[in-house]
């Protein structure tokens, strides 16, 4: 009778958790004023505390602002560190509602106490909410639909019930992130009319009118914002892998600097850390601070940098060495890769046929796909070591096609993206699983390179010189 009467009492005081929690998920008839820049709410006095916990409810863009987290965090004074990330490629803040009422076992869960993320499959959401006394709880919503601001209705109240109900002593803290590339062809971006300010400025709303006026964010994370300051540097808008994921290099420490400074208010000019296997100028640190400072004291709105572009350099026509210098990289400290290219030719990693077969006009058809190509050969990771560059002009884009194994169909990982990205720096998380890469390119529009067959047609004008010599990789010197 005992054990009956304790549980009794226990499913009595979670009740009592959840309905406060519901409580306070009830829409306000009239929302306070929203907080403006360098008030209050955005002011995170810095104190001594040396333990720091953090748990994301995310998708690849809380994977990307906190790559480089940790080592941020211990420069920032902090000895004891837990991150940990649920993560569900895409997630939106509906599937995450979902998953949460019904604990269920769809996350990859990225955890990271040492420096090091380890990651375990099929987790339960609640299993990671309960797992620790998380200090701070961010949330965000999926990409695509980060700026419609209908979608955060219903979905946002039903996640922060089923967490609160479970940590309620825990800090909440809203990601707010940024607008796709200018040039990005992801499908989502047709939402804001494929035009960057437009969906800037409705993340912007969305966050101001669904998410700080609710009261339960103590602190919003102004990624978007700093992306958006960013871009007005000299670095211009060259963050993104892909067009919407962050650069391996600057995109993810600029963001993580975002949550550094959001999350603990203390001076960024203490974080000396730089990730292995990436070079940064003092140009261009300086500028990630600048950018990231400047989102904090004025989230809702860009501010532009102090190191601007320089009028006179244009990386749609800038070769690649001059882009290369132009980011603050030393082309001494660099070699540059002969590539042996075919042209009107391309992989396809997902197709069950050709497998790491390259598309020729030996072994295919012309079509409207083998027009648009140049290949290179396929690489191993001898062939391109960590902090290999990849550079291009802006105006192409190239595909870097993977293989976990030659002549075997692509089963445990997705075909990449195409990348329209000035820079890239190679490292492990840009191999991944993969153990051979290879790069089809072309221009970012699809341009054909050439108007007809050239085996019928030899003597047409081509653009494959032009899409070859805006590409190149640099090979660090050992």
């Known amino acids: 009778m005992k054990n009956i009467r304790l549980k009794f009492m226990a499913l009595l005081m979670v009740f009592a958790v959840c309905a406060s929690a519901c409580e306070k998920q009830v829409p306000p008839t009239s929302y306070p004023p929203i907080e403006q820049p360098g008030e209050t709410e955005q002011e995170t006095p810095e104190d001594n505390s040396t333990t720091i916990k953090i748990l994301a409810i995310g998708n690849s863009f809380s994977v990307d602002a906190m790559e480089y987290l940790y080592g941020m965090l211990v420069d920032l004074g902090y000895e004891e560190i837990v991150l940990g990330n649920l993560y569900i490629a895409g997630c939106t803040l509906e599937t995450h509602a979902t998953n949460f009422q019904n604990n269920s076992a769809s996350y990859t869960y990225y955890l990271n106490t040492t420096g090091t993320w380890n990651k375990t499959a099929s987790y339960k959401p609640m299993d990671a909410v309960s ?38 002593d825990s800090e909440l803290a809203w990601h707010m992130t940024w607008a796709y590339q200018a040039t990005s062809t ?31 964010f103590g602190k919003v994370i102004p990624n ?80 532009v940098s102090t190191y601007p572009p320089d009028k006179n350099f244009d990386p749609a026509t800038a070769t690649p060495e001059e882009i290369l210098q132009y980011n603050g990289y030393d082309p001494a400290n660099y070699t540059v890769m002969q590539i042996q290219y075919t042209d ?71 075909r990449p993206g195409n990348v329209t990205t000035n820079i890239v720096v190679v490292d492990d998380a840009w191999w991944g ?22 085996r019928s047609n030899p003597n047409q004008t081509t653009f494959c010189e032009d899409v070859k010599s805006g590409f190149a990789i640099y090979l660090p010197k050992k």
């Open 186 to 216: 992801h499908s989502g971006f047709a939402s804001y009319n494929n035009d960057q300010m437009t969906m800037y400025n409705a993340i912007l709303n969305a966050v101001q009118t669904k998410v700080v006026p609710t009261g339960w």
């Open 433 to 454: 699983d993969w153990k051979y890469r290879a790069f089809n390119l072309a221009y970012a529009d699809r341009t054909d390179l050439a108007a007809s067959d050239p």
């Open 224 to 303: 978007g914002t700093a992306v958006q300051n960013m871009r007005t540097s000299f670095v211009g808008d060259n963050l993104t892998r892909d067009g919407y994921h962050m650069s391996y290099d600057k995109g993810r420490y600029l963001t993580a600097l975002g949550y550094a400074k959001a999350l603990t208010g203390r001076d960024l000019d203490k974080v000396t850390y730089t990730p292995t296997g990436y070079t940064y100028s003092e140009k261009e640190i300086l500028a990630m601070k600048e950018a990231v400072n400047n989102a904090y004291e004025t989230p809702y709105a860009v501010t």
């Open 344 to 414: 009107f030719a391309y992989y396809n990693s997902s197709n069950k046929n050709y497998k790491s077969t390259m598309y020729t006009l030996d072994n295919t058809s012309w079509n409207s796909t083998i027009c648009d190509f140049v290949a290179t050969p396929i690489y191993t990771k001898e062939d391109l070591p960590n902090g290999t560059v990849i550079v291009q002009q802006t105006g192409n884009m190239y595909r870097p096609e993977g293989w976990t194994e030659l002549d075997v169909v692509n089963t445990s990982s997705t």
């Open 131 to 168: 797992s620790e006394q998380w200090d701070i709880i961010t949330m965000q919503q999926g990409s695509p639909k980060s700026g419609q601001a209908q979608t955060y209705d219903t979905y946002l109240a039903s996640l922060v019930t089923s967490v609160m109900a479970v940590c309620p």
